[in-house]
Each structure stands twice: as C-alpha cells, then as structure tokens.
C-alpha cells in the first residue's frame, strides 16, 4: 500500500541519507560550508512538491516549463524557491519568469536577451525579484586527449567554455538579471571528477571579472561527491530523493 504517510517517511529517509552523503563530502573536503540542495522534482506530481516542503525543503529544481509553471501554480507557496534546470527556449523565457527564482540552463546571448526582457515585463507587474542566472557550460571537451577532438562522448547542452566570459558579461549588464555564476551535467562516458575540474577553472576565469559570482551548480544523484570535492555551491538531486522517474511521462 502506497499511503501519503508511506511517501512522507520514504522521502525523508531519502533526504536524511543524501543530505548525510552531502556533510561527509564536505568534511572530506575540508570545507566550511555546506553547499545548497535542489531537490529535483521533475516528472514527480506535486503533491510530493508540498510533502517535501513539509520536510523543510526550500528549494526545488525542474526543467520543461510546462510542468514547473503546473506546479508552481498548484503548490502556491512563496516561500518556495523554482529553479529552472533544463534547456529553455526563448518563447518560454515568460513564463519562466512567472514563478523561476533561478535559470540554470542559461547557454547563448539570445536567451540572455529574452530572460531581460521577460523580468523587466514581469517586474513591472509584480516587482519580482532579479532572475538570478547561471551560465551552464558544456563539459564535453573535458574527457578527450588531443587526438580524439570529435569522438568524445556528446555534449549535455551548454556553452563552450570560450564563449563563458562574454555570456557572464552580458547576464551582469542586463537589468533585471543577476549573475550567479556557472552550471554543468557531467558528460557520460567521461570521468565527473575530470569534467568538474574543468568547471571549476571555468567559474574561476568568470569570477575574476564578476566576483560577486562564485556559485558553481554542479552534482547530481551520481556524482554529488565528486562536484562537492571540485567547489559545488548548488546540487541537483533528483532520483536518489524522489525514487526513479517513470519512464514515459
Ligand atoms: C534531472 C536532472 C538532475 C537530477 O538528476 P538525478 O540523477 O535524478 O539526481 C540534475 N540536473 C539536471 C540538469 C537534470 O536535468
């Protein structure tokens, strides 16, 4: 039997053992912070959203708009922070603003644009609060030796870690946007450590020019011990609160 009080328990024991798993990475790392957790919710109904805010979750993370937008709307508690995770296109970039703390998945200057365009809109309805951004950066390059430039593993969507300067430049000089700082999904196939390594430089080389922005979002289920390790400030936990996501939505 699957009650409400099953899913209540099931889920703060899920919470208690990664948010264990979260502390022993950071002493193993000798550092004095703990980094934040998003709790993945996506493909999860809402209802889970609010049991989760009963266990004191603040912060929750989804990433297609249709879904998030439903249950921003259904859970209606402004205390709770939607961050936006997934790749955005920029007709969404409205709505998002509607109910988004954060966007992640920040990755070309169109988007930038779009996102400034929607706060300012949005801002002078509501007065809401500047979109906090980061940048997501494609990791790809991170596990190939010279000689295997394009016979890597594929890419997770983001910008090349060239082009991250102009974008955090852009995101500063945009009213209504705040810079974070820098996201990444750790390719598979390649090594987490590596590819989070690799971020870490990215997010030093962003901070230089913007120090205000040193949050580095990175970590998931699989891999939260290695991004704590490399300075995550932000991770995306999903499947190892929740339980596994169904396979067809
Ligand atoms: C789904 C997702 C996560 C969470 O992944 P889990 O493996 O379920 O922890 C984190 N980040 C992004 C961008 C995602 O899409």
Not at 157 to 165: E, I, K, R, T, Y
Request: hydrophobic letters at 45%.
């Amino acid at each position: 039997m699957n009650t409400l009080d099953d899913r209540t328990s099931q889920l703060a024991d899920n919470l208690a053992s990664v948010n264990a798993r979260i502390r022993r990475a950071a002493d193993a790392a000798d550092r004095a912070d703990v980094p934040a957790l998003i709790v993945v919710t996506k493909f999860h109904p809402a209802a889970d959203v609010t049991l989760l805010r009963g266990l004191g979750v603040a912060d929750v993370g989804e990433n297609r708009d249709q879904e998030a937008a439903a249950k921003a709307a259904a859970v209606a508690d402004p205390a709770l922070r939607w961050h936006f995770i997934g790749q955005l296109q920029g007709n969404k970039a409205k709505s998002v603003v509607q109910y988004a703390h954060s966007v992640h998945s920040v990755d070309r200057a169109s988007l930038v644009a779009a996102l400034g365009r929607a706060v300012a809109v949005q801002q002078d309805r509501d007065g809401r609060a500047p979109l906090e951004c980061f940048i997501q950066v494609d990791l790809s390059q991170s596990g190939r030796s010279g000689g295997e430039r394009g016979a890597g593993p594929r890419g997770r969507g983001g910008a090349a870690p060239s082009d991250v300067p102009a974008l955090a430049d852009a995101v500063a000089d945009t009213p209504g946007l705040s810079l974070a700082g820098v996201m990444a999904v750790a390719p598979l196939g390649v090594d987490p450590a590596a590819a989070f390594a690799l971020l870490a430089r990215v997010s030093a080389a962003v901070v230089a020019q913007h120090p205000g922005a040193a949050a580095i979002s990175a970590g998931m289920s699989q891999d939260l011990e290695q991004a704590i390790a490399a300075g995550a400030t932000h991770l995306r936990v999903g499947s190892d609160i929740l339980g596994p996501r169904p396979a067809v939505r």
